[in-house]
């Protein structure tokens, strides 16, 4: 940083006014010059000291005097636009599509404009006597998968108040569970951006923390066909991330189907031993998409 260098203002010496060019009111004089004037004599002329000489350190201080004055500029408040181009809009149409789902079959709506063909075509295959019912499904996650197509956003993320102990932080994290049956969703509706997504934010919420889902492979093996992806992100969670110890009480994958344990079991084994080498790195941060379906 530079140094300051003293700014030396030259200031011609102010010459002194006369008198007679100077303005003064009656109410400003003395008793004694009001007599003197009543009297007819003349009013002496005052003296006036002259200013100093100017001097490097009285300009200085003066500058910085000056400058003290000046206030800063208030930063302009930015509004937010609230008016956007009408091509940006969403597509929404005008056909509507109306779903029945769970067991009580709790009716919700979707636009069609917002569906792809393969979706469209595995709704159509649920048909039941001129309705689309989701029996197997909960209405939770048809409707994350509803705002998924309306807001292009994910809302699974669990409130720090739904959270309080940390044995429930371990075995029944709630997101785990979301983000599974969304993705038993996406799947059955062949919406593959949609099982993609959640598929990638259960990668990101693995990476974010220490822990890993250990309660979700009884639904998973249950529900999905044999060499689904999703299980098989499962399975390397459970080989890289637990290093065997969520296939033990009191996790609840301990008692997962046989053929889950078998494939933990033969992760562990190929491993050899580097899943705890820290130098190493999991396999869904080297090739996330090897985990992704193609439907």
Known sequence: MGRLKKVVRHH???QPREMSEQRVTRSTLSP?????RSNGKKTPKRRRRKPPPPTED???EEIAE???KIRPKRPRAVMRRRRSPIDAAPKLGTHVLFLFVGPDRIVTTLHTNLLGFSTITALQELYQEGFIVLESHSPESVELYRMWLYTGRLFTSVPDEEETTAEELVLADREWGRLANAYMVGVDLRDEKFANLIVDAMIEKVDGSEFYPTSLATSLYTHMPWGDKMCHLIVDFHVWKGLGTGIEI???D???PQQFIFEVQRGLKAANGMNSDPRIV???RVDRCRYHVHL
Not at 32 to 36: F, K, P, R, V
């Open 250 to 252: 009191p996790h609840e």
């Open 66 to 68: 000056e400058s003290s």
């Open 282 to 284: 999991e396999p869904w």
């Open 12 to 14: 011609l010496p102010i």
């Open 254 to 256: 301990a008692v997962g």
């Open 32 to 36: 004694e010059l009001g007599a003197s």
């Open 58 to 60: 009285s300009d200085v």
